[in-house]
């Protein structure tokens, strides 16, 4: 009897990603909700200063319905974000969704150029490094790679910025360190986000490379005498890159993640900063909104590698489903 449309693997594959993406969304909504309820102080108060008449702050806590019970605000923010709606600043009056549309392309800027440097380095890094060190050989260069990429890969991003501040900016001068006001300022904000994720998946490169270069098809292409070249490239380097993408997906999303830390370093004018001076003012509006776009941002790229892996290998990962 053949299968109907919603027997098949596919249909059942997206559909159990689709409800595991609105459930996480909805856990991310409500912690972002009652996260920003649980700093102490009031947020109009700080909204419009210590001298401000207490009328006035009254009247704008009913405008904004603070004195509402808890449960009622949640469900007025649940249906707000149905509708597209972020409310607004509380600090400066402008819509929440003009805000992150301001501030949003010079992350996602910062944060993809940084993936793009770290794959275009770990990759052939890590290949190179696999075969010169293949079965114990070149003994120093392996513990020089398998050090420097241990301290780099656990090394926090504002460390990283600090040090790249510091040498290249403050003593060398050779780039800016703050602000975004052409390609030179993009210098030292993308290696601090770059270099930590480059040297964790030139390891992974390096060791699902191995693990390919002992298989019997590589030992079969030995035989038949095919070119080093091709032998690495075509043979070895698609199928080591499969877990290696998993692992690049996580580290896109920790790289988002991280933009917070290292625009307030180099004071990017990114959806990081806001955040930051947002919290400070207690404009929980905006917060909301700007963790909002951080976690689906990490949540749509765990979807994207989850569908990138099921096209790559159907049969592992569709079964699951």
Known sequence: MPKTTTEH??????????????VSLWVLVTAAFGMIHLIPGDPVRAALGPTAPVELVAARRAALGLDDPLWSQYLRYLRNLVTGELSESMVTGLPVSQLIGDRLPATAQLALL????????????GLAMAVATRGGRNRPAELAFTS???ILGVLP???????????????????????????????????????GPA???????????????????????????LPARRIYLRHALPN?????????GLLLGAMVAG???????????????????SILAKDYPVVQGIVLVYGAAVLLVNLAV??????????????ES
């Open 259 to 277: 933009t917070v830390l290292v625009e307030n370093v180099f004071a990017w004018p990114g959806l990081g900063s806001t955040i930051v001076g």
């Open 240 to 248: 080591a890159l499969t877990a290696t993408a998993t692992v690049g």
């Open 157 to 195: 991003e504002f460390l990283v910025a600090v040090g790249l501040v510091y040498v290249f900016g403050v003593t060398l001068g050779v780039a800016p360190v703050a602000g975004r006001s052409g390609p030179d300022s993009y210098v030292l904000p993308v290696l601090a986000l770059a270099i």
């Open 114 to 125: 940084a993936f793009t440097l770290a794959v275009a380095v770990s990759v052939p890094l």
């Open 306 to 319: 989850d569908v990138g892996l099921a096209l790559l290998d159907p049969r592992s990962t569709i079964r």
């Open 9 to 22: 693997p596919w249909v059942r594959f997206a559909a159990r990603r689709a409800a595991r993406l609105v």
């Open 148 to 150: 420097t990429s241990s």
């Open 199 to 225: 040297a964790l998946l030139a390891r992974i490169v390096r060791v699902e490379t191995l693990a390919v270069l002992g298989t019997d098809y590589i030992r079969t292409a030995r035989a038949k005498r």
